[in-house]
């Protein structure tokens, strides 16, 4: 199970870099509508809601994953206070920074030190979180 879990995230992590996802300055030139706008990433962004959409459909369909644990989807469906105050939150800080938290780890990993700044800020806004909630 560990080996699948790391090479899922390999995988992941590999594509976030040839994607262009874990370049700041390009997430944030995709960001900057109003500026010298960089639409490159619309090609990723519409390649993951293909795949992630046909993905949770079958997902959905399921009881158990592949290797045969307990399906766990988000089940939630209200669009409350926290959930907007969160997107807000995380919208800004995406824009601020240029990572949103899987390339920000991607980021550490190739030694960065604008997502080491970032992903120790979202480990305490992490347990912030849990010491409010």
Request: overall charge positive.
């Amino acid at each position: 199970m560990i080996i699948i879990s790391f090479l899922a995230g390999l995988i992941f992590g590999i594509g976030l870099i040839i994607s262009g996802m874990a370049d700041p300055a390009k997430v944030l030139a995709f960001l900057d509508v109003a500026g010298l706008w960089n639409p490159s990433l619309i090609f990723v962004m519409a390649g993951a809601i293909g795949v992630g959409f046909f993905a949770f459909l079958w997902a959905k369909s399921r009881k158990t994953t592949l290797l045969g644990g307990d399906m766990k989807l988000p089940s939630a469906t209200k669009i409350d206070r926290r959930l907007i105050i969160g997107a807000v939150m995380f919208g800004i800080g995406w824009g601020i920074a240029g990572f949103c938290p899987g390339p920000a780890l991607v980021g550490l990993g190739m030694g960065l030190p604008k997502a080491l700044i970032f992903v120790a800020a979202m480990l305490a806004g992490m347990a912030l979180y849990e010491l409010l909630d």
